[in-house]
């Protein structure tokens, strides 16, 4: 299979590896989209993120989505879920597994990500995509989770006001969660021009460069 590994600083070689086999409650996928989010970037740029650097090379990408190959699903289109809790520490046992503390995440330090043909993956984390969605909708899954669980925090009211700073694809996504939620008018806040008139086409009430005094 191809598979795309980052060695080092804007170094990413495409090249072949065996396909890795399935398992005790491990499904093979066949990866039909990937996203590349800004921590990849990181990756690509400066090697790392946050405390993590890499150290070996590394398969990058997390926003995923495929088909699964064996078993008794093979033939199901699935949005992967990149993040792995171990369920077994303090954390995934009261119920708050997005904050395991030895979580497994596809791309990120030791574990390999999706840029690749086909992936084992836990066939918990593989969740079923209805008709309606294509594979690349289904990779956007994981950014949409992450915007939802934003406006979760947000803790908006009904037809209250919000300000999304920053109008990158989650910030996008936010946007339009916030327009389904109520929420006028919405300010949306970017340095980038192009960003902006993102912003404005998803239906921000209004749209500021944050360079310019207004």
Do not use: K
């Amino acid at each position: 299979m191809l598979v795309a590994r980052l060695h080092r600083v804007g170094e990413l070689r495409l090249g072949r590896e065996p396909v890795p086999a399935g398992g005790p409650g491990i499904s093979l996928v066949r990866v039909s989209a990937v996203g590349i989010c800004g921590s990849d970037l990181h990756w690509w740029g400066e090697a790392g993120i946050g405390d993590a650097v890499l150290d070996h090379p590394l398969v990058l990408g997390h926003e995923a989505a495929g088909i699964i190959e064996d078993g008794p699903r093979r033939g199901e289109r699935v949005a992967i879920d990149p993040a792995v809790p171990c369920g077994a520490c303090r954390c995934c046992l009261e119920g708050h597994r997005n904050l395991c503390t030895a979580i497994v995440f596809a791309g990120h330090g030791g574990q390999d990500g999706l840029m690749r043909e086909f992936a084992a993956w836990p066939s918990s984390r593989l969740h079923r995509l209805p008709d309606q969605l294509s594979d690349a909708e289904g990779a956007l899954l994981e950014p949409l989770g992450v915007a939802i669980h934003a406006l979760d925090l947000g803790h908006l009211r009904i037809g209250g006001t919000a300000a999304v700073v920053g109008c990158g694809p989650i910030g996008l996504l936010l946007g339009l969660l916030l327009r389904s939620a109520g929420a006028v008018p919405m300010l949306a806040v970017d340095p980038l021009a192009h960003r902006r008139d993102a912003a404005s086409r998803y239906g921000a009430g209004a749209v500021l460069d944050p360079a310019v005094p207004n």
